[in-house]
């Protein structure tokens, strides 16, 4: 089985947590986009969906799924998100997109978060993958060499502005051995609009495409 194949087999088993007449938090990715392709098969049983980029926007309406903005729709039942890293504890690392922003706000107003993975991305301890910060454009230095302060190494992913009209640094070799104080700690920087760390809201469930089937840690 392909990586991609085990994406598709995590998307499809967060399809049971969709309840009709619901509308659905949606985020972003190549995981997700599995997710959105099948969602759209059941498009007549729920309502609609909030989505976390242009990206999932202009796929879900590609598929004839409407799509509603959060301030219209109001709390959500259930988030469904890929991620980049994730333990046994539900602490994410999220943003290889660049939709980490959106992607927070959603999972904030959402009850319950369900993330979805291949295998790959379960790992005993956060920070291999570079974490991304989304920071206002005129703070970008500024908040680089505050990184640095913290041990970090941050690269500006140049050329990339996300969807809010931010710039994106990812911090190689930081030490992320307390994740919900290395989230607070770095949300404290001026200019910082969003750290790509998942741990004060962490995800509910996490499901995960293995080789061998669904595996599910809660
Ligand atoms: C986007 C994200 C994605 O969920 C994350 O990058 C995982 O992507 P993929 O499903 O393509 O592996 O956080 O900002």
Known sequence: MSQDDLKRLAAKAALEYVEEGSIIGV??????????????????????????????????????????????????????????????????????????TREKIIAAASKKFVCIADDSKLVDRLGTFPLPVEVIPMARSYVARELVKLGGTPMWREGFTTDNGNLILDIHNLD??????????????????????????????????TPEGIKTIQ
């Open 27 to 100: 985020g972003t990715g190549s995981t997700v986009n599995h997710f959105i392709d099948q969602l759209a098969e059941m498009k007549q049983l729920i309502d609609g969906a909030v989505s976390s980029s242009e990206v999932s926007t202009e796929r879900m309406k590609m598929h004839g799924i409407q799509v509603y903005d959060l301030n219209a729709s109001g709390p959500l039942d259930l988030y469904v998100d890929g991620t980049d890293e994730a333990t046994r504890f539900l602490h994410l690392i999220k943003g290889g997109g660049g939709a980490l």
């Open 176 to 209: 992320i051995m307390n994740p919900v104080e290395t989230e607070r700690e770095l949300n404290n920087i001026a200019g910082v609009v969003t750290v790509g760390l998942f741990a004060i809201r962490p995800a509910d469930l996490l499901i995960l495409g």
